[in-house]
Nanobody, 124 residues
Framework: QLQLVESGGGLVQPGGSLSLSCAAS????????FGWFRQAPGKEREGVSC???????NYADSVKGRFTISRDNVNDTVYLQMNSLKPEDTAVYYC??????????????????WGQGTHITVSS
């Protein structure tokens, strides 16, 4: 069964850090690109970061310099390290996977497999 399972969400104060994990199973991890997306209450889902099969990364302007995406091809896990968190980072964060050979983007339509999401609340 193809599956993505996110973990690591929670409550953090502004300026704090959190690390999200996305454990993949049921498909050949090394052949897939991955993305992190988020959806805040009342807003559309937006792309946060993505990483290709070869490790190329891309970030939304709103998180550049604060978030870092990485992948562990041995343990089939994708990570999102989030530093200097702001209240506007509050959202449900989703991990997604794509087998597309096209250049990786932050467009959600490129991704075919999604996790269930994990909540991040940045508040004092």
């Amino acid at each position: 069964q193809l599956q993505l399972v996110e973990s690591g969400g929670g409550l953090v104060q502004p300026g704090g850090s959190l690390s999200l994990s996305c454990a993949a199973s049921g498909f050949p991890f090394n052949y897939y690109g991955f993305g992190w997306f988020r959806q805040a209450p009342g807003k559309e889902r937006e792309g946060v970061s993505c990483i290709s099969r070869t490790g190329f990364t891309n970030y939304a302007d709103s998180v550049k310099g604060r978030f870092t995406i990485s992948r562990d091809n041995v343990n089939d896990t994708v990570y999102l390290q989030m530093n200097s968190l702001k209240p506007e980072d509050t959202a449900v964060y989703y991990c997604a996977a794509t087998a597309s050979l096209l250049p990786l983007t932050l467009s959600s339509g490129r991704y075919s497999l999604w996790g269930q999401g994990t909540h991040i609340t940045v508040s004092s």
